[in-house]
């Protein structure tokens, strides 16, 4: 099987298995609505993706504990330990990501912002956390 392209949301439909195959397997598989064209992607390889292109947060060892921030953006945390500030930071990557879903997308200060939404919405906490400290901690 090669790259799956579709002209139209109605040939998509019709085609629907070997649309979510192709992505499945990391093909290219597309649909061209009017004159838009969506890919559909495996979550996995996309959220594999954006962790690796996305800049992580910083950490900051201070006054007796622990800051956490990403550069660039308003979202930082803190805690009294490390893993106490890596915890409150998923927290407050998952509240940035809602205000960005829900009001946020056209800022023109965060429309940018997508791929990090996307990988903060595509991970669970512990592939945020290796996200934000990497694997050796």
Do not use: C
Not at 33 to 45: F, H, P
Not at 89 to 94: K, N, Q, T
Not at 99 to 126: C, F, K, M, T, Y
């Amino acid at each position: 099987m090669s790259a799956v392209h579709f002209d139209s949301y109605t040939e998509a439909r019709a085609h629907l298995k070997a649309l979510l195959d192709a992505a499945e397997r990391g093909r290219v598989a597309t649909v061209r609505r009017e004159s838009a064209r969506t890919a559909l992607v495996d979550v996995e390889r996309l959220r594999h993706s954006l962790a690796a292109v996305t800049p992580g947060a910083q950490t900051v060892a201070e006054d007796g504990g622990w800051s956490i921030f990403v550069p660039g953006l308003p979202i930082a945390a803190d805690g009294r330990t490390f893993n106490e500030a890596v915890t409150e930071m998923i927290g407050a990557l998952r509240e940035y990501a809602e205000d960005w879903q829900d009001h946020l997308l056209d800022a023109p200060n965060h429309r940018e912002n997508w791929g990090l939404v996307q990988l903060i919405s595509l991970s669970d906490d512990d592939q945020l956390r290796e996200w934000l400290v990497g694997k050796a901690r």
